[in-house]
Structures are given as structure tokens and as C-alpha cells.
């Protein structure tokens, strides 16, 4: 279960890596459209979150 798909509801930047952060950060404040849309969709994402389904994708991994 991917809570973060890259554009669909934020985005994905490797730690420490402050000029992509700043980046993100910009584009998110000049797409305040794009920011709403990001934030319907991290919303509709995390309906279908549960530590159930979380814990039966683990457990496929480990099986598989």
C-alpha cells in the first residue's frame, strides 16, 4: 500500500537533500489548485488504510 504516490498526493525527495525539498516546497505554493487536488487525494488514499491491510501486504511479502 502506497500512501505517497510522486504528484498524485505530495512528493518523494531523499533525506537531506534540501534543494529538491525547496523545489517541492515552491511548486506546491505556486499550485495552490494542485495543492487542493493533492490534499482530496491523500484524503481518499487513507480511507482505504488500515494496519489490517498493511499487515496482510507484509505477510504476502514474507510468504511469497
Do not use: C, T, W
Not at 502506497?2 to 499550485?31: C, Q, R, S, T, W
Amino acid at each position: 500500500l502506497d500512501l505517497v504516490p510522486e504528484g498524485k498526493n505530495g512528493y518523494i525527495f531523499k533525506a537531506g537533500d534540501v534543494n529538491h525539498l525547496m523545489k517541492v516546497l515552491e511548486k506546491m505554493v505556486d499550485n495552490k489548485a494542485g495543492f487542493q487536488s493533492m490534499k482530496a487525494a491523500s484524503k481518499k488514499i487513507i480511507r482505504n488504510f488500515s494496519f489490517e491491510k498493511v499487515a496482510e501486504s507484509i505477510e504476502g511479502v514474507v510468504n511469497s
